[in-house]
């Protein structure tokens, strides 16, 4: 009877050290060894090489900061728009739902300027992604406070593709049956 094949990981471990130590990304690793990421990962840890996170740190601070300018753009756009509404309405001049119609998209356009704004100035209101990526980070205030995983997987599969118009192009129409 044959012995058992080594452990993969275990295996590769002085491998993936010399690669790692060489400047080697853990996928690129991967990739010239064809083997799984995290069969990469489990051999690493095992020799006691961490890869540099630095690049998928600031990579990560930066996309943030992009967001949040166009929350801050979106914002500020939403503001606009109500204020456009609010000029153009006369409300001795048109019927009750037509003004009505224009009210509330002004305290639609409103509400959604005040929600993005509490977004950036408040962490009550960052989401569970928003949590991993501060503490992910080292933002002290998200370490404080406890992520819940479940939330985190569940707005990431919730994801909408990044294509997707974020405003609803029809705010004051009735849901259809």
């Known amino acids: 009877m044959s012995e058992a094949p080594p452990n993969l990981p275990e295996a590769i471990a002085p491998t993936v ?3 790692a130590r060489a400047g080697m990304s853990r996928n690129a690793i991967s990739r ?3 083997v799984a990421h995290g069969t990469v990962t489990t051999a690493a840890n095992l020799a006691g090489v961490e890869f540099d ?3 998928t740190a600031a990579a990560t601070k930066a996309r943030a900061e992009d967001l949040k300018a166009r929350r801050q753009k979106l914002s500020e756009q939403f503001l606009a728009l109500a204020e456009n509404i609010n000029a153009a309405t006369d409300p001795t001049a048109e019927d009750a739902r037509d003004l009505r119609e224009r009210l509330i998209a002004a305290g639609i356009a409103t509400d959604k300027h005040l929600r993005l704004d509490e977004h950036d100035t408040s962490g009550a ?3 569970a992604v928003d949590h991993f990526m501060a503490a992910m980070l080292g933002d002290q205030t998200a370490e ?3 992520i819940d995983q ?3 997987y569940a707005e990431l599969n919730a994801a909408r593709p990044a294509t997707a118009d974020p405003v609803d192009p029809h705010p004051l129409e009735e849901p259809q049956p």
């Open 17 to 19: 050290a010399r690669l």
């Open 144 to 146: 404080d406070e406890e």
């Open 32 to 34: 010239a060894l064809r």
């Open 150 to 152: 479940a939330a985190i």
């Open 53 to 55: 996170r630095s690049i």
């Open 125 to 127: 209101y960052m989401s």
